[in-house]
């Protein structure tokens, strides 16, 4: 893998790491998540399910929506989600709907997780079907630095933290950059998938061709 990548994934890890620690103190489970282009965030969010008492307010779904409203979907193909712990199938299903095209994780979830569990990320099926909403399957990444991944969950609560490990719902990746990450290439993207592009940008284009007769009728 190449080294500047390498280092950019190891910094956005150490971040969302970092997340999950703050997360704890906001009384929050320790998942943290951030989206960027080498090494320059654009969006980042831990967990918010115990303060709004809401089930979907999961980082990856937060960092995604400030992410999609800051720059578009087509632009974040070229971007990065990384999370210290595997996304869950529901977030993994928005990953693909807002087509990231690479997720770098931590540690897996082999019964929750959408790719060790559910394979979502990995689902050619759904963007072969579907192209016009899901993207390629994108590159995913396991295992950066899942030892201090690890341990913040165990600093979290050392008792619950061994009762997970018990039940095997939090692991390192089975094949552990070099002996820790294992990498699995993105899927080129298909024509559907270009000519999408295509008519995103053309939609786009005729939003803010648009923009300025909007607003001038806004004062009448």
Known sequence: MDSLLEKNDKAMMARCVELSRIAVGKGEYPFGTV???????????????????????HA???????????IGRE?????????????????????????????????????????????????????GRM??????????????????????WRDWNPLAWQMIKLRGLLTEPPCPYHD?????PAHSRSLWHYLQILLE???????????PDAQENSHL
């Not at 282009?37 to 307010?57: C, F, S």
């Open 35 to 57: 989206i960027a282009l080498d090494g320059q965030i654009l969006a980042e969010a831990i967990n918010h399910t115990v303060r709004d008492g809401d089930v979907t307010r």
């Open 60 to 70: 990856e779904v937060i960092a995604l929506s400030q992410a999609q409203k800051a």
């Open 75 to 127: 632009q974040l193909r070229h971007y990065t989600l990384y999370t210290n712990i595997e996304p869950c199938a529901m977030c993994s299903y928005c990953i693909r709907e807002a087509w990231i095209g690479r997720v770098v994780y931590a540690l897996s979830s082999p019964v929750m997780g959408g790719f060790s569990k559910w394979n979502i990320l990995r689902d050619d099926d759904i963007s």
């Open 131 to 152: 192209p016009q909403i899901f993207a390629n399957v994108p590159e995913v990444v396991s295992g950066v630095l899942a030892r201090e991944a690890q341990q913040a």
């Open 180 to 184: 820790h990450v294992h990498v699995r």
């Open 201 to 211: 940008r053309t939609r786009q284009s005729r939003v803010e061709t648009q923009a």
